[in-house]
Every structure is written in structure tokens, then in C-alpha cells.
């Protein structure tokens, strides 16, 4: 099957599949464990949260794992989704989401680490030193998906312009998906320029949500729902 024959509604309809996959699975393990189970600054109440949530936070890192090979796949139809429009920026975009999935898995790496220690991988040491290395490698577990958000970002904004130049898909999509792709980058480039990053992050936060909200969910339903124009 050629880059060309895959271009075709069922394709995209496939595509838009995963793309829920992606959508229900991690942000489910975002919201339930990274959110839920990290209090950034605390080390007693994280350490607090994930001993209580064992169960919860083995099933977080298995659904993010599962979050990492779906979006390997993702990259993969998308890159031949395009390929026909314009071939090496398909590949480069495809580059990127693969650097935000090395990065993301990179940071949950640390969740790992945190079961090993709240399993007693440091019973030897005091409570206190555990409580501030569950803390450390929880807070580098969510820098580290920040940072990967900047070459996510950068996807989304070669794919908005391959949609605007391919004909198909609905140019708006292409519009609203480079708005969450810059809302991506601003969010993680303030997180590292911005000393009181943390104090804004509440303000910041939902309009990156909103942005990605359009921009994603009006992708992925309108590939699931709508496939794209057939290039027979």
C-alpha cells in the first residue's frame, strides 16, 4: 500500500480511532494519577497520596506505557496520511512526535521509580529522605511530559499546515490545531523562562486546555467521524 492509496476515508477513520484511544487512556493516567496522586511542593502529601494509591498508580504507568505505543502508531498513520502532500515535512513532523514520545517516556520512567521507593526500594533510609525522593522524581515526572509538550507542540503545527496544503481535511481544523500547537509551546517555554511559573500556572493552564481541547478533539472527531476527501 502506497502513501497515496492510504490517504482514504478508512484510513482516517482509523486513524481518528487511535487518536481516541490516545485521548481517553492518557488522559485518564494524566488527570487520575499525575494530577491526582502529585502535590508539587509536598512531599509528605504526594508521598501520602501514592502510598494509599498503589493500585492506581501501577495502573498509571501501564496506561501510559500503553500511551507510548499508541502514539508510535499514531505517528506512523499520520506520517502516511500526508505523505502525499508534502513528504519531508510529513517525515519531520513524524520526527517530532517520536522526540515528544522518547521525552514522555523518559518521565515516566520516574513513576517508575517512585513504586520502587514506596515499595521500600529505601526502607534503609529515613521517612523523610523517602518522602523527598518520591517527591523529586514526581516533579521530574511532570517537567519531564512538560518538556515533551514543546516538540508535540511543533507536530501540531507542521500537521495544521499539511492539512492547510492537502486539501484533506477542513482548513479551520488546520487553523485550530495551530493554535493548541503554540499553546503547547508558550505553556512549556514559560514553565522554563518564567521564575514564577507556578504561581501563573492556574491562569495558564485553562486556556492551554481550551486550545488543545478545539484544536485535538475537533481533529480526532472529525477524522473518526468524517474520514477525509478521497484522493480516488
Not at 17 to 25: E, G, H, M, R, T
Not at 83 to 89: E, I, Q, R, V
Request: glycine residues 8%; aromatic residues 10%.
Amino acid at each position: 500500500m502506497t502513501s497515496h492509496d492510504r490517504a482514504t476515508p478508512t484510513f482516517a477513520h482509523l486513524t481518528g480511532l487511535v487518536y481516541l484511544f490516545i485521548a481517553l487512556i492518557g488522559g485518564s493516567a494524566y488527570f487520575l494519577v499525575s494530577q491526582s496522586l502529585i502535590v508539587p511542593g509536598n512531599a509528605a502529601q504526594t508521598a501520602d497520596n501514592i502510598r494509599g494509591n498503589m493500585s492506581l498508580l501501577r495502573l498509571g504507568i501501564t496506561a501510559y506505557l500503553a500511551i507510548l505505543a499508541l502514539d508510535i502508531l499514531m505517528t506512523w498513520m499520520l506520517f502516511h496520511l500526508f505523505a502525499n502532500t508534502n513528504k519531508p515535512l510529513s517525515m519531520l513532523a513524524a520526527w517530532m512526535r517520536l522526540a515528544y514520545v522518547f521525552i514522555h517516556g523518559a518521565a515516566v520512567l520516574n513513576l517508575a521509580s517512585i513504586l520502587n521507593i514506596a515499595e521500600g526500594g529505601l526502607r534503609a533510609m529515613p521517612s523523610d529522605y523517602q518522602n523527598d525522593m518520591i517527591l523529586q522524581y514526581a516533579e521530574a515526572h511532570l517537567d519531564g511530559f512538560m518538556i515533551s509538550l514543546l516538540f508535540f507542540g511543533i507536530h501540531l503545527l507542521l500537521i495544521s499546515y499539511l492539512i492547510w496544503k492537502s486539501g484533506l481535511l477542513p482548513k479551520a481544523l488546520g487553523a485550530f490545531l495551530s493554535i493548541a500547537g503554540i499553546a503547547y509551546i508558550c505553556d512549556t517555554l514559560a514553565m522554563v523562562l518564567l521564575p514564577n511559573y507556578a504561581q501563573l500556572q492556574p491562569q495558564i493552564e485553562p486556556f492551554v486546555a481550551i486550545a488543545a481541547m478545539i484544536g485535538e478533539i475537533g481533529l480526532l472527531l472529525w477524522l473518526l467521524i468524517m474520514g477525509v476527501k478521497s484522493r480516488a
